[in-house]
């Protein structure tokens, strides 16, 4: 049974470029969460995506968008980088009516230059 | 708005010795909270969680915590650390009405051998 999985790995841009962060959820999970870790801090949570439709919204510019597919993958898009975009962006996924498991990938860490 | 706070940045300790991380929130309604466990290197980890019932839970690895409504407390235990214990550890709350999770900043701890 695979867990979450997320890609790329590591990803290097330069400002103002766009990124696209890539998700698949654990088998069976319908409900695809994304979380920004910095350095040396907790994660913070962007947005969720149920049924292809972005549910909820933490405190993150508009540049944060994001997509979910109908095999419940998700992709997060950053545009415009900043240097602040620099940190671990995780994924995690859980079944919607049961929303407190949530299972984390690895991550994608990103450096902005 | 939720807030989770953690007592120590960084804790140091040798093996044998006993562990408790601080943990405190802040949010006026019923909560779900919960311990992860970040290893050198690996994905978040659930360590345990507490929805309702007995204030005392019981993770894996040998960690419980207990929940101090009084207090707005979750403080994570475990009576003799190991040196494969050595991790960052977040405190993380849930609202019963809402999806996402907040995340302290993080407690790192360091067990000499």
């Known amino acids: 049974d695979a867990g979450v999985t997320q890609s790329p790995t590591h990803l290097i841009k330069t400002r103002g470029q766009q990124v696209t962060l890539r998700c698949s959820p654990k088998?069976?999970?319908?409900?695809v969460s994304w979380y920004q870790q910095a350095l040396g801090q907790g994660p913070q949570f962007i947005f969720q995506?149920?049924?292809?439709?972005?549910?909820q919204r933490g405190n993150f510019p508009d540049r944060f968008s994001g997509h979910q597919f109908p095999n419940y993958s998700s992709e997060l898009n950053v545009n415009a980088l900043l240097l602040g975009d620099s940190a671990l962006y995780l994924c995690?996924?859980?079944?919607?009516?049961?929303?407190?498991?949530?299972?984390f990938g690895p991550g994608t860490r990103l450096t902005v230059l | 708005a939720q807030s989770v706070s953690q007592h120590n940045h960084h804790v140091i300790l040798s093996e044998a010795a006993s562990l408790e991380l601080g943990c405190n929130y802040s949010?006026?309604?019923?909560?779900?909270l919960f311990w992860y466990v970040q290893y050198p290197g690996q994905h978040l980890q659930l360590l345990l969680k507490?929805?309702?019932?007995?204030?005392l839970v019981k993770g894996i690895k040998g960690f419980e915590a207990e929940f101090i409504k009084s207090k707005f407390s979750f403080n994570l235990r475990k009576p003799s650390v190991q040196w494969s214990d050595t991790a960052e550890y977040f405190c993380?709350?849930?609202?019963?009405?809402?999806?996402?999770?907040?995340f302290g900043p993080g407690t790192r701890l360091s067990v000499l051998p």
């Open positions: 995690a996924s859980s079944l919607f009516e049961s929303y407190n498991e949530q299972f």
């Open positions: 088998s069976g999970h319908d409900t």
């Open positions: 995506y149920y049924e292809e439709e972005e549910r």
């Open positions: 949010y006026g309604g019923t909560v779900n």
């Open positions: 507490y929805f309702s019932g007995d204030p």
């Open positions: 993380a709350v849930n609202a019963m009405n809402g999806q996402n999770f907040v």
